[in-house]
């Protein structure tokens, strides 16, 4: 009679096993157990389907599927792992059954065939590369296809799992992480449907069975190379610093959403925008507690606002999220864009937003410090019960990616800014429709607070010149006493 399969599983590893999210993300430090941890969740997710299942394992290249990943199947599952076809399929005699279909990208026929067999899950091994050119990882079309395909075994439940060692900065891995765990949420047949996701991470030393001297060997390997020591042996993002952040008051903790809001009925709604071939627009609402939350971003490339507005903007306003009663719409943005276009003086970008939504744009601030110091501003007040001011819909990813470093200034080596304004990228039209919302919705003038501090000042100085005493003089600044 078989023994039971039993693993030992630490809190970490059997978190992520037992989760019950659709896309399950795996995050560690070298040797601290993520292939076994994947092992047993392909196995537990046959148990929570109750069918034999089948699947798909998919690595970088076939070679490191038979020179690592399988060996350590082998290792783990002794002969109840079954491989054949040159490690091209692994059965695993548990019940109910798995059978796994074995990938490298390096392999396109075998890729070609994600298209075709019913998977219940798919897990993807190591996507992040160690050598750039020597092991080029999963590429994010990759993760998508298996988004796409997890789901197609027939009485069974999707499961997308991602098993690596901490990527470096701007790999797909590190926004899938950073990602809400409200994935998407979508309305199908008048019904919303939602895709979860959850990351977890391997803090170092988990691992009870890796020897010390193990540790000290990995420590040896990457003791010259701090971005790979963050990576696998403490188990952190190698961050890449880009410059000097925008809004270095933005805290994801307290203000980005780990899921999708809700728009309100019968409150009014906001779209802040910027302009030129790379278009971004933003929606907003006040929410009944005062926070003004953004809802989604839209953007564009080589495109202008009109292509936006009638192949995304229309769209997204015809959902079921905005199909609420909302009495009006305000539109704000960049000024320039009431400038005419390069092609014609009878029209311009506003111009073209007022035809099409039937509204009136409304023009922000020219100045960056008009633009910069209300939205820092607004990311550090606080309203009743502590509530920030700003609050951010997990629908607004790229909202977050900007205010949280993407948008930014260039640095010397020495850490000072160079230039006055933020470097144009992909982040900064987000973050410049944000900031021209920001300034026309909560405007904060800097200028006029030393105004009045200094009008203060220079009063007590001329009522301590008299020679009899003078009771001291309280001045409200910025609303306070």
Known sequence: MAKDLVFSLSPTQKAFVLSDAEICHLIGPMGEGKTFAGVAAVIWHAKRCGVPIRGALIRDTHVNIKTSTAPSIQEILGDRAVFKDNFKKLFIRCTPSVELDLFGIDDQASISKLQGPQYAIIWLEEPAPIYERANAGLPKEVFDIACARAARQQGTRPRVQ???????????????????????????????????????????????????????????????????????????????????????????????????????????????????????????????????????????????????IEEKLLLLLSSGKYKVRIPGWRDIGDPSMRDPDRSTNATTAAKTIESILKTRFEPGPTRWLMRKDPTNYALKRRLNEGRPAIL???????????????????????????????????????GDAFAYLIS???????????????KAVRMQRALSYGGCWHKPQTVAIGGRA
């Open 392 to 430: 951010i819909s997990a629908s607004a990813f790229a909202l977050h990616q900007a205010l949280k470093g993407g948008w930014h200034y260039k640095t010397d080596n020495s850490g000072n800014i160079v230039g006055k304004t933020p470097i144009k990228n992909a982040h900064s039209h987000v």
């Open 440 to 454: 026309v919705l909560m405007p904060y003038d800097i200028r006029k607070q030393v105004v009045e501090i200094d």
């Open 162 to 308: 991602i098993t690596h060692n901490p990527a470096d900065k701007g790999h797909w891995t590190r926004e899938l992480a950073d990602a809400p765990q409200e994935y998407l949420t979508v309305e199908i047949d008048g019904h919303p449907v939602t895709v979860r996701k959850e990351t977890f991470h391997i803090p170092r030393g988990e691992n009870a069975y890796l020897t010390p001297m193990a540790r000290a060997m990995l420590m040896a390997a990457f003791k010259n190379d701090p971005a790979k020591w963050a990576r696998y042996i403490e188990g952190k993002e190698a961050d890449v610093h880009e410059g000097q952040a925008v809004t270095p008051g933005y805290d994801p903790a307290v203000h980005f959403s780990q899921r999708i809001l809700p728009v309100y009925p019968d409150l009014d709604c906001f779209r802040g925008w910027d302009g030129d071939q790379h278009p971004s627009c933003l929606t907003a609402q006040y929410n009944p507690f005062g926070q003004l939350v953004l809802h989604d971003v839209l953007t564009g490339d080589g495109i202008g606002p009109k292509e936006l």
